[in-house]
């Protein structure tokens, strides 16, 4: 995904007026990297389904399920404290 960005920043900056330099082609590869992992490192691809897939007559927890506004203060609060 990394070298993917890169490849796609760099091809947006040939159509702009002034071109990127390379450090800031690196600053678009590294923003399009994260942005793209973290869904993955907010849980939202395997621990948050997993959860809500819990039986209550099994494991004695009801599943967890979240909204959307607990799903954004979950994702703002991995994102600051990692």
């Known amino acids: 995904m990394s070298?993917?960005?890169a490849l796609i920043?760099?091809?947006?900056?040939?159509?702009?007026?002034?071109?990127?330099?390379?450090?800031?082609?690196i600053v678009v590869q590294t923003t399009a990297v994260?942005?793209?992992t973290m869904p993955l490192a907010a849980g939202f691809v395997g621990i948050l389904?997993?959860?809500?897939?819990?039986?209550?007559e099994i494991d004695g927890t009801p599943?967890?399920?979240?909204s959307w506004?607990?799903?954004?203060?979950?994702?703002?609060?991995?994102a600051f404290f990692g």
């Open 49 to 56: 389904p997993a959860l809500s897939l819990i039986s209550e």
């Open 3 to 5: 070298i993917q960005s």
């Open 63 to 66: 599943p967890i399920k979240l």
């Open 9 to 25: 920043g760099f091809l947006v900056s040939r159509m702009l007026p002034i071109p990127l330099t390379p450090q800031e082609i």
């Open 34 to 36: 994260a942005t793209g």
């Open 69 to 78: 506004l607990q799903a954004v203060a979950w994702s703002c609060g991995v």
